[in-house]
Antibody, heavy 122, light 110 residues
Framework: EVQLLESGGGLVQPGGSLRLSCAAS????????MTWVRQAPGKGLEWVSV????????YYADSVKGRFTISRDNSENTLYLQMNSLRAEDTAVYYC???????????????WGQGTMVTVSS | EIVLTQSPGTLSLSPGERATLSCRAS???????LAWYQQKPGQAPRLLIF???SRATGIPDRFSGSGSGTDFTLTISRLEPEDFAVYYC???????????FGQGTKVEIK
């Protein structure tokens, strides 16, 4: 069964750090670029970051650049998002998703996890 | 930065009716780089359409996508009860690499 399972969310104080994980199963993980997308409560979807299949290239939304770091461990079929200097506006459900093609920068994403909630509050 | 504007914000229709959702881009978007997603409450998004008009695996043929340039449309030919949800368009811009979503259209039961 194809599955992406996020973990690592929780409550953190402003200025704090958190690392999210996304464990993949049932897919050839190392063949696909991966992304993180977030959704603030009651709001729409916001792209956060993309990493190519090898991990050699990464891309970030301006809102998280310099604070968040995406990485992957292809030997463990796991994607990560290190989040530092967290702000209240980072509060959201964070989804990981798989590129829908083997393109280095896929235009869309076809397999999504169920998400993990991150709350930034004092 | 390309901005995607979806309209209407909310669409109130009855089962069996036709739904037409619009996604307008602030600059021209390659058709290959335009996708549509469906999201139901408490669930992750699901890819419906990629490349502006290609249905993703397992998507019923009542869903269709069309358009080019700055104007794209998602059509649901006959609404089924399970189709009431929020729909997002999304585009990829290669220079610099950036992915953006529209603000969403909610299709609700009238």
């Amino acid at each position: 069964e194809v599955q992406l399972l996020e973990s690592g969310g929780g409550l953190v104080q402003p200025g704090g750090s958190l690392r999210l994980s996304c464990a993949a199963s049932g897919i050839s993980f190392s063949s696909y670029a991966m992304t993180w997308v977030r959704q603030a409560p009651g709001k729409g979807l916001e792209w956060v970051s993309v990493i190519t299949s090898s991990g050699g290239s990464t891309y970030y939304a301006d809102s998280v650049k310099g604070r968040f770091t995406i990485s992957r461990d292809n030997s463990e079929n796991t994607l990560y998002l290190q989040m530092n200097s967290l702000r209240a506006e980072d509060t959201a459900v964070y989804y990981c998703a798989k590129g829908s093609s083997i393109a280095a920068r896929p235009p869309s994403f076809d397999i999504w996890g169920q998400g993990t909630m991150v709350t930034v509050s004092s | 930065e390309i901005v995607l504007t979806q309209s209407p914000g909310t669409l109130s229709l009855s089962p069996g009716e036709r739904a037409t959702l619009s996604c307008r881009a602030s600059q021209s978007v390659s058709s290959s780089y335009l996708a549509w997603y469906q999201q139901k409450p408490g669930q992750a998004p699901r890819l419906l359409i990629f490349g502006a008009s290609s249905r993703a695996t397992g998507i019923p043929d009542r869903f269709s996508g069309s358009g080019s340039g700055t104007d794209f449309t998602l059509t649901i030919s006959r609404l089924e009860p399970e189709d009431f949800a929020v729909y997002y368009c999304q585009q990829y811009d290669s220079s610099p690499p950036r992915w953006t979503f529209g603000q969403g259209t909610k299709v609700e039961i009238k």
